[in-house]
């Protein structure tokens, strides 16, 4: 082999290396590269190595590496800097700075000598001839390291009155030191200012917005721009997660997660990166991430999680207390072995004090999903109930009673912590005897439970009725019985839930109860055949609960009229009209007035809050009917009037709605801010896998909607598993989506897996073929993207397939006509099977427009065909222009143009931006074949087309006149 060949193979293999991720397979190539280099004598393609093995190392975990390559060029620059090209002695001093600031990252590294390396660098700059800026930028570097704030803000004033020369940092990177060091100093607003051009895409780099995104979090947060700091979250850990020279970043959203309520995200961020706990390169960067995650387990900790298993470095299992001993004792000898280099306690002091930082926010929703964390009361926190009494502690026990019988009597939400505040106070007293009063205790705590535990709920209501019934309150009685026969109802255990409703309804004639009692009891029973009818698909046992509560609404009207009505009495009569409404009475629009009645009924009660659940069932049969303004309006209404209740499931639901509606109606802003809301009650009521699944899917498409990508993408990946649980369909459409965002990304390989993934479900689907074959054209499209020309080959073979079956020529000829592209551009071009794939689509639009008709959408639709046909002869002489031989295809291109000009032509106005680059096409082979009349006149019919459409086809006409003036300049 000859120098120059091994040469090149060199040079292939170093170029294929800033084709690969960053990491350590990347380093290894590069350092054989240089290996391999360095035996061929070849100083200037050592030194190219050298520079593309430096570059490895840089955006890697071992960028302490840097400093071996970089010692091997500074040694050939100082033999012969004759040796050296313009563009390799910029790479020696570009490096010079990474180098020496790269040395602060490494405890090892004497500080005498990387002040005598920064002497060194500005020796060298200066007979370089390059400005001091970079220099002092790398002393401001080393100065804030240390801690000295003095030389650090001597040296960024200098920084900011030099100039900027070829070895500045890139504009971005700048921003990015700039902006950290003003918020470092406490001036949130300055820094936010300074990344603006960052943040907004003006600037960028390798890594950045990357660092930036994670720099503003804390910022934006302290100044309250919470949906900025949400934002920068979701987009910035996308780019950051898994990269190993962004550690540190990632340690920043960690911290974000932390001190704004979301532990179990953070939680899971850290176990993507949990290897780097012990195993990092960087010392300074792994630091990082051990404050990150000593700040994070230590919340966790404090919330008496310390128990809670935990992914952590492998070899063992670990506690959240366990990890949180092992990060603090490994951040503690770190940050000591930079103290002692170091001279000073600078790192191990800020390094303290970013570990014991308060929260910032109780909790800042952020819409991607994360695992659940369990609720471990904290054994030093007071019960709710001593909680409670402590709030009332200058009320004496009769107060506390009767404020809690009041607030019972109201209906109000109130009314419970205030009985919580009477069980303490009543604790403390050593308990009662009052019979009364055990029952409504008794009472209190099964309502409390009731949700949540009906076993539980169902023992306490059978003791408050046994206490009533012994103390001779017999009404009390029934009304605790029809409660325990709902308890049973929940529990499924039917014959005993009707018998103790009957009973209870019994109990209350023969005790005489007053209506408001025997009413109460009856809408019990109507509960419990409702709620049983709802379990067996009973319609029978639904016309029973229908009956019931019609019964209960009688009684109520009939205490009305008497004057006897009181107003508890009204909202068992709203609690009968909403249940009336649930079970199905009526028509649509009896059902909606009585939902309306309802909530009416609620306000004549002064218990306006509890019309929240009639209104939001409104507000639902209204979005059913495609009312969606005024079940919108309703909605909100409802979120308002139930905002006192801290129903978690409910209020989560109606924030979804809302957030649906708005989403429909295009309001997207509407619906993210709902959607926020609803995952995040969703959550809270354990209800994430589910309807929280929903509300992020809903939350992603509105982020669609605003053309925030990044922000859905994170969003569906992380709720991926939960809305794949839901089953096929919603799989297949959260795939959908999710590809459609990584498109816009531009990440087309992580586009093409899903795509495939929903393809692989959808070809079981025999009763919706054409969702499969829209996949399968999606995902060809995708895998072209991805560079996987074969396996788009392919796939669109298989969408040709598909749109046969379903007889659609239009969607035949355009997967053809791509797959034709394909196989003339691939790594083995195949010009005749690209021909022959036009070939067929051509043979597709023939064969649909002699399919006979004379209805008026089959005209419409042999139009578009007509298009097609012209279309296709259009692209093949753009193919075969570009892919075949020019003297061999001149002439057919030429024919080909021509005939998709004059069909084009044909077809009307709309298609004139067809015929116009048709013309433009056969105009150019004529220019270049020295036909200049008949290009000219091509020309001439473009421009006259441009004239009569405007702006609609500026871009012709500029093709149009440049290719007119080239033919002028050759005429001369």
Known sequence: MTHDDEAQQIREALWATYDMDNGALRNARAEDVVARAERTGDVDLLLDCLRGLMSAYEFSAERSKMFVPFTRALQLWDADPSQFDKQQAHSLFWWFKWVTSSMLDYPEIPLAAIEQWLVEMERRYRLAGHAARTVRWVEFYVAWHLGDEDRAAGAYAQVLAADRDSMSDCHACEAGSMGLWESERGDDKGALERWAPVLSGGLSCAEEPHRVLAKTLLPLVRLDRLDEARANHLRGYRLARGNESLIATVGKHIEFCALTGNEARGLEILADHVQHLDQHANPDARLSLLEAAALLLGRLDALGLGEQPTAGPAGRTWTVAELLAHVEAERSAIAARFDARNGSDATSRRSRERVAQPPLLDRLPLGAAARRLPRVPDAAA??????????????????????????????????????????????????????????????????????????????????????????????????????????????????????????????????????RRRAGVQLSRAKVLGLLAGHENDDAGRAAARSAAEEVLAQVGAAAAEAEAEPRLHAIGADARHLLAGLGAGDAVFRAALLREAADAYDDAGQPWHAAAPLGALARQLARAGELGPARATALTALERGEILDDAEETGLLHLLVADLAGHQEDHEEAVRHALDAARWLDEAGLAEGPGAAARFRLAKAYQGLDRHAEAAEVLQSALPDLLAQGEGQGVSARRALADSLATLGEHAARAEQLLEAMAVTSGWTDDRGSHAHLAWATAEALADAGRVADAVAAYAEATRLWRELDAPVPVIRTLRARGWLLARGEEPDLDAARAAFAEAEAAAVEGLAVPGEEEWRAAFREELRGEAADTARQLANLLRQYGAEAETREECLGLFERAAAGFGELGPDFDRGRATALLGAAEICAHAGESARARELLGEVLGLAESHGDALRQEARRARRLSDWLDREAE
Request: no cysteine; proline share 4%; net charge negative.
């Open 382 to 515: 007071p019960t709710k109930a001593a909680a409670a009494t402590a709030a009332g502690a200058d009320e004496s026990f009769e107060d506390l009673l009767t404020r809690a019988r009041t607030l019972r009597d109201q209906g109000h939400p109130a009314g419970r912590p205030a009985w919580l505040a009477v069980e303490g106070a009543l604790a403390a007293r050593g308990g009662t005897d009052d019979l009364r009063l055990r029952a409504e205790l008794a009472a209190q705590r099964g309502i409390r439970v009731a949700g949540e535990d009906p076993e539980a709920a169902l023992a306490a209501f059978t003791e408050a009725a046994e206490l009533s019934a012994e103390a001779d309150l017999m009404g009390d009685a029934a009304v605790q019985t029809g409660r325990a026969a709902l308890a049973l109802a929940l529990l499924h255990r039917p014959d005993e839930a009707r018998e103790t409703a009957s009973r209870a309804v019994a109990m209350a004639q023969a005790a005489g109860a007053d209506t």
